[in-house]
């Protein structure tokens, strides 16, 4: 069983940056980070394969948002620039074993319990 700890969340106005963290309870191999607004389905932000080769980036975040992961400290990152109202939401780690490619929410077995983000106008 894999424990996710996310961490960095808050509130900023648009415009403004975050770094959200999550430490993991040992390497796992495709980590992602998905969010959630109020009334709205679970969607994918970025996901990171193992050695850090395989990046994807929702469109909608792509050029904003840089994931990174540290294997020797077991953590990934989410650094987010330009944030906007849009963005605002639970942000989730979630992580699987296997690869990233193509792997929807569905198929990523440990997640961890959110930080919000909230960014104003």
């Known amino acids: 069983q894999v424990q996710l700890v996310e961490s960095g969340g808050g509130s900023v106005q648009a415009g403004g940056s975050l770094r959200l963290s999550c430490v993991a309870s040992g390497f796992i191999y495709c980590m992602g980070w998905f969010r959630q607004a109020p009334g709205k389905e679970r969607e994918a932000v970025a996901s990171?394969?193992?050695?850090?080769?395989?990046?994807d980036y929702a469109d909608s975040v792509k050029g904003r948002f840089t994931v990174s992961r540290d294997n020797a400290k077991n953590m990934v990152y989410l650094q987010m620039n330009t944030l906007k109202p849009v963005d605002t939401g639970m942000y989730y780690c979630?992580?699987?074993?296997?690869?990233?490619?193509?792997?929807?929410?569905?198929?990523?077995?440990?997640w961890g319990q959110g930080t919000q983000v909230t960014v104003s106008s």
């Open positions: 990171v394969s193992g050695g850090g080769g395989m990046i």
């Open positions: 979630a992580a699987r074993g296997g690869s990233c490619f193509r792997a929807n929410a569905e198929s990523f077995p440990y």
